[in-house]
């Protein structure tokens, strides 16, 4: 059994919906009879139900940032601790182990409705639920925390409205913090400001996802499992880059479109047949090129008749993905990057890039001797008239063309070694 359908299925059996435990069967079935490849099937029906119900790991999550314990008097008048918590699964089996590392040398019990869990200080204990929160009385605790988490307090993720979704309403009442909230939005503008300009505000990101082999094969499996940015919880899957491993030029994009996101590859739709004509009105040998996004999630909304339709990534998506991509490229080593639009080269050459203004221009960067940046190929298709985008395609056959040159540079040396 693959190691991966272990750690997902442990995750996937405390779901709470039904049917859990023929998808389990069915995907173990699979697996042994015929299908081993079955975790990279992902838009089979099975892999993605069952991907579904492993997100429980969100669950586990927000349970281990959301506890908060409350002291009270012991059994023996001895001093323990008790908190009250309502997950959405039935995961408290699954997210013990954390509190019993960090708190090892607490007595502490969680309740929820489905199960307690119990650290005597030597052995974890499951029983039964608990109704209703009951006996917890407001203490120095309280207090204590509240000071803590004003001197922590990250205001880039001060969205009340995110913050409801991410920390459903009924975890407020319980978390002491929920009154300072007011108090600290007043100040948030100005906080906000000074954070986005600094970057340790984006404490999520994909590097929490990177695997320790940074190949290309591994870094690609590691990435269908990236929750860097919240883009993942609605696309189907990851799109990570494709092309060869020692390719010499890599093409950057901004992030996969719908045909992409149900197929997987990037630059499938009608912005990469643009691109593939251009490669090859250009010169560039389509086998030499590697083709990846700066965001590896599909971004879209929801719109009439349940079109998807794109979004552009935030600064923040582009920021939390960039690991993949600087891992992509360090894994390759290309001798030329080509930024497709804005998106591509504020993330790879300079983040106050302008494409009007700097396109086609060579700039030395980490990732590449030879790095520069053209039009977007779906900005041409975009084009509000025909010759608007004959002039735009040129210049991107111009840019091309420039890169091209680029490698040619190379060849003799390659000559000489023959
Ligand atoms: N546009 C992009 O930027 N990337 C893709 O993969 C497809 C369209
Ligand atoms: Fe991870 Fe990038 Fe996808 Fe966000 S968009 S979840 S950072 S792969």
Not at 111 to 124: C, I, M, R, V, Y
Not at 285 to 306: E, L, M, P, Q
Not at 398 to 404: F, H, I, K, P, V
Request: charge should be neutral.
């Amino acid at each position: 059994m693959p190691r991966e359908f272990l750690d997902l299925a442990s995750a996937a059996a405390c779901h709470r919906e039904n049917g859990r435990w023929e998808l389990l069967y069915r995907m173990l079935w699979r697996l042994t009879h015929g299908t081993p490849e079955l975790l990279r099937l992902a838009t089979d029906d099975d892999v993605r139900q069952f991907r579904r119900f492993a997100a429980v790991r969100r669950d586990v999550h927000k349970m281990h940032a959301f506890v908060r314990f409350r002291k009270i008097a012991g059994p023996k008048g001895d001093e323990s601790f008790v908190a009250w918590h309502r997950p959405d699964h039935r995961i408290v089996r699954l997210a013990a182990p954390f509190f019993v590392r960090r708190f090892s040398v607490m007595r502490w019990a969680i309740l929820t409705p489905d199960a307690s869990a119990l650290w005597d200080g030597e052995s974890l204990r499951f029983g039964a639920g608990v109704a209703a929160p009951t006996g917890l009385r407001r203490d120095d605790l309280e207090g204590l925390w509240k000071a803590y988490y004003a001197a922590t307090f990250n205001p880039a993720r001060l969205n009340p409205k995110a913050m409801k979704r991410e920390m459903a309403l009924r975890h407020w009442p319980t978390l002491p913090e929920a009154e300072l909230i007011p108090d600290l939005m007043r100040d948030v503008s100005r906080r906000v400001e000074t954070m986005l300009e600094t970057t340790e505000g984006f404490a999520m990101s994909a590097a929490d996802f990177l695997p320790q082999e940074q190949d290309l094969e591994s870094l690609r499996e590691a990435s269908a499992g990236c929750e860097g940015c919240p883009l993942y919880q609605d696309a189907t899957q990851t799109v990570f880059g494709k092309g060869p491993e020692h390719a010499r030029v890599v093409m950057v994009g901004e992030v996969p479109g719908d045909m992409e996101d149900r197929q997987g590859d990037p630059f499938v739709g009608p912005a990469g047949k643009l691109l593939d004509d251009a490669l090859r009105e250009a010169g560039i040998d389509r086998g030499t090129v590697y083709v990846t996004n700066a965001v590896k999630h599909f971004k879209f909304k929801i719109v009439g008749g349940g079109r998807r339709l794109h979004q552009k990534p935030g600064i923040r998506e582009i920021k939390a993905c960039k690991p993949w991509l600087e891992a992509e490229l360090d894994a390759i080593q290309p001798e030329v990057v080509v930024c497709l639009g804005a998106t591509a080269a504020q993330s790879v050459i300079a983040t106050d890039f302008r494409i009007t203004k700097q396109r086609g221009e060579v700039f030395h960067t980490d990732y590449a001797p030879v790095t520069l940046a053209t039009y977007h190929p779906s900005a041409i298709l975009r084009a509000p008239d025909k010759a608007a985008r004959a002039k735009m395609y040129d210049m991107l056959l111009e840019d091309l063309r420039t890169a091209a040159r680029h490698l040619d540079v190379a060849e003799p040396e390659l000559a000489v070694e023959r």
